[in-house]
């Protein structure tokens, strides 16, 4: 084999640490920066100018229409929101039951948000309340983002129904109730572990005090208000996560017209209509004031022009990292090793950081262990089903500057490129490896 792809592997992690310097407070926007490195890494690693381009820019539209229609319409939300005082009626409804304030709500609203077709669209609707509501309670706001990323993360690995088991149990032939059986109480495991890291992770100075005053302020709109804009949260993320419900290969879905309806109603232009028409229905008066004001309008989208920039060169540095091949060639190396569930984690986990996407990295890794299963002591009914979710966890390691979801979640958290690699990056590997841990025990068990 040639050694073409540990040098491209070598030159992506210089790339990358070149990148998060670069990015670094009062330096280069990271959209820049990106651009900068990205063009860097795929001249080093052998692309044309021609292809460069097309590559980069084919990763950057796709990421704008799948992830940006989502992020544009939670910002439209938001801003209605907010003039209609739901988010100070929100934040004042938490502060009364200070259970809610330590982060237990954000943990398990990011639990059930994983199981949506994508955890990026998930998180960003799902920011709509944590990165408002949660400024004003007990819990700060980049420790309740992180905690709630970490949950989604986990859950979107580990649980039944979202794309990425589904996947990899489809091609392993693993059984749904086993899956499900074993990834659901190790999910919640690594989401109590990304709260504690996400407390360890951030300075103390960065949470609020706990509060006393239960007021609602004058801002504070109605019950009504805060109704609206939960509805406008909760059935976006409804579609998301039925859309998965589509990513079943078998019956009684198919490949039919049912199942290209399920899969329809999680679109991102879909997502877009739902939420903003819900809360424009919601608030007729006041959303048509807004809407109609030009330069209101205008503010809302130029608080959205940096992150959406950055998520999408993100996009197109994950396509050039992709096109490279080096994540399938050195993963093929490492199934070639011996050593039970550490292989099919280790060989998703490779994957899924030299090139960013968890769903390609669980299916490529899945494609190479499964004829392997006999070999690694894994083709009973529990290895399946245990190597399914050893993948899963692999493929949500680790997430970082050729992820988007990285660079979303440090966007709405307030952290700069550095503190979100240690916040999120190395959460995700924290719980990687915990949960490799934790099904290696259980394989012992069963």
Not at 19 to 48: C, D, E, K, M, N
Not at 332 to 349: K, Q, T
Not at 402 to 427: E, K, T
Request: aromatic share 6%; with cysteine; net charge positive.
């Amino acid at each position: 084999m040639s050694v073409m792809p540990f040098v491209q592997a070598l030159i992506f992690i210089a790339a990358a640490v070149i990148l998060v310097v670069a990015t670094q407070p009062r330096r280069l926007h990271p959209f820049l920066a990106i651009l900068a490195v990205a063009a860097g890494f795929g001249l080093a690693t052998g692309f044309s100018i021609g292809l460069l381009g097309k590559t980069f820019g084919s990763g950057f539209s796709q990421t704008l229409y799948s992830l940006g229609l989502v992020i544009a319409g939670a910002a439209i939300i938001a801003g209605i929101a907010e003039c209609a005082g739901a988010f100070d009626r929100i934040a004042a409804s938490v502060a009364r039951r200070r259970w809610l304030g330590h982060g237990a709500i954000s943990v398990l609203a990011g639990l059930i948000a994983g199981i949506s077709a994508s955890a990026s669209a998930a998180f960003a609707i799902l920011g709509l309340l944590l990165r408002n509501g949660g400024e004003k309670t007990t819990a700060s706001r980049p420790s309740t983002m992180i905690a709630s990323a970490l949950a989604i993360s986990a859950s979107h690995g580990l649980v039944l129904f979202s794309p990425i088991p589904i996947a990899a149990a489809s091609i392993l032939g693993a059984r749904w109730d086993r899956v499900a059986l074993f990834g659901l109480p190790v999910a919640m495991v690594l989401a109590a572990l990304g709260a504690a890291w996400t407390r360890w992770s951030l300075p103390s100075n960065e949470a609020t005090s706990p509060t006393n005053d239960f007021r609602v302020n004058e801002r504070a709109g109605s019950a009504w208000s805060m109704m609206v804009l939960l509805l406008a949260v909760a059935i976006p993320l409804l579609l998301l996560m039925i859309q998965s419900i589509g990513d079943i290969p078998s019956e009684p879905l198919g490949g039919g017209a049912d199942r290209e309806r399920i899969l329809g109603i999680g679109r991102p232009l879909i997502l877009f209509l739902v939420g903003v028409g819900i809360m424009i229905a919601g608030h007729w008066r006041l959303s048509i004031k807004l809407l109609g004001d030009a330069t209101w309008t205008e503010s809302v989208f130029a608080k959205l022009a940096g992150v959406l920039l950055t998520v999408g060169a993100a996009g197109g540095l994950q396509k050039i990292c992709q096109e490279t091949g080096m994540a399938d060639l050195i993963g093929e190396r490492i199934v070639g090793l011996s050593g039970g569930l550490l292989i099919p984690f280790l060989a998703a986990a490779v994957i899924k950081s030299l090139q960013g996407s968890s769903l390609v990295a669980a299916i490529t890794a899945a494609g190479m262990i499964q004829p392997l299963l006999a070999s690694l002591g894994l083709d009973a009914e529990n290895g399946r089903a245990l190597a399914t979710l050893a993948i899963g966890a692999g493929a949500m390691t680790v997430s970082h500057v050729n992820d988007d979801y990285f660079w979303l979640v440090s966007w709405n958290a307030g952290l700069a490129p550095g503190r979100g690699l240690i916040a999120l990056s190395l959460g995700t590997l924290a719980q990687g490896l915990c949960a490799l841990a934790l099904l290696s025990m259980i394989s012992i068990v069963v």
